[in-house]
């Protein structure tokens, strides 16, 4: 932190989310924090870039034909490279100040289950962003090293990483990954699990942005226990005859779209514990599980968890910053950590 060094070179962390973006700076911390989204203005086929981020966000699903509002990462993985590039380009612009002397080096999280080929876009990215050294750290590493989990212990831990686009379920033991499985369910399936339910239970159409916000309020992991909950009222387009209608939603109704979900990141979990060796698999036994990722804030994940496993279940503080704090203390704890960051392949 008052190294001399920390002060001529500003080394980052990104964590490149399917939802969002942070950028931790050595010696600083998450310094940048935004949705992972790019809009361009479309003119005679050329792209220009438009936004970045939050006001990006704002404008997807309401765009005009000239402009696009697109998310480059799908399900954990960059699905459009050019796109990512640029959004990479952008932050690490934003938060490098160009009073350093010398170029960043850069560690960036990828899914326990990325290629090869998408490794090697990564670190190209980040290079031509700026970067002077890239590299990358498995997420469910960051994830525990950000939940404060003893991974380097002799003893197994398990962390769930409930994130926007996929599930990473992961046992460690002596600071490496035992078992890793990511599962393609997280935040955004949810989104479309509360879209499908209303559209085929109430004929009524929604938007992302509405479906995101129904399951921040009202989501829940578990039927409410008087058969109903908490309601809201949203607005959708009425399926029959077309026009804007206004509708109540109960709590109720949101579990059971939820459902599904919900379930595979319980069986995920059980499939883990299933194949995690006898003595690992006794240690989380005792310990527990760990929830990170925005997916972890969903109302009664824990305890839906905890009945349908067994096991004691905790939610990380700051669970939508425990990757990119995790894979800061990496790069701030370097010496000691060095095996978890991968400079090579
Ligand atoms: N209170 C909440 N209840 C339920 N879901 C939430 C809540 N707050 C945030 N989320 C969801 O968390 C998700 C974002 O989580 P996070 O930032 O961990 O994902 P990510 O790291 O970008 O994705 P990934 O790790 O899959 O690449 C979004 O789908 C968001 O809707
Ligand atoms: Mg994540």
């Known amino acids: 932190m008052s190294s001399l060094s920390g002060l001529f070179s500003s080394d980052m962390a990104i964590d490149l989310g399917t ?37 990006a966000k704002l404008m997807l699903g309401r765009t005009p034909g000239s402009i696009q509002a697109i998310r480059p990462m799908r399900q954990g993985v960059i699905a459009d490279f050019d796109v990512a590039e640029e959004m990479i380009k ?4 934003k938060v490098h100040k160009r009073t350093t002397f010398s170029k960043p080096k850069i560690i960036v999280c990828v899914p326990h289950g990325a290629t090869p080929v998408e490794k090697r876009a990564i670190r190209q990215s980040v290079i031509s962003a700026g970067g002077r050294k890239a590299g990358l750290i498995a997420e469910p590493i960051a994830a525990a090293i950000g939940a404060g989990m003893p991974i380097t212990d002799p003893t197994g831990s398990m962390v769930v990483d409930v994130g926007g686009g996929t599930t990473e379920v992961a046992v460690l033991s002596l600071g490496d990954i035992v078992y890793a499985r990511s599962v393609r369910v997280g935040g955004d399936s ?36 008087d058969g109903r909950g908490q ?18 939603i109960t709590q109720a109704q949101i579990a059971e779209a939820l459902s599904d979900p919900v379930q595979a990141i319980c069986e995920a979990v059980m499939t883990a514990l299933e194949t995690t060796p006898p003595d690992l698999a006794a240690d989380i036994v005792d310990r527990g599980v760990m ?19 067994g096991l004691a279940v905790s939610i990380a503080d700051e669970t939508l910053n425990c990757v990119a704090l995790g894979t800061g203390k990496a790069m701030e704890y370097e010496k000691q950590l060095r095996h978890v960051i991968d400079y090579e392949s």
């Open 19 to 55: 939802a969002n973006t942070l950028v931790y700076v050595k010696g600083r911390g998450i310094v940048l924090n935004e949705p992972s989204v790019v809009a361009f203005h479309v003119k005679d086929g050329r792209k220009q870039v438009l936004a970045v981020g939050e006001d």
């Open 90 to 93: 952008h932050f690490i612009r």
């Open 190 to 225: 949810m989104d479309e699990a509360i879209i499908n339910y209303l559209r085929r239970q109430q004929n009524i159409l929604i938007g992302d942005a509405t479906a995101e916000r129904i399951k921040t309020t009202i989501g829940s992991a578990r039927m409410p226990s």
């Open 231 to 248: 309601s809201m009222l949203i607005r959708g387009r009425d399926l029959v005859n077309g026009v804007p209608r206004e509708v109540e």
């Open 291 to 309: 929830l990170t990722g925005g997916g972890a804030l969903l109302g009664e994940l824990d305890l839906a968890l905890r009945e349908r496993t």
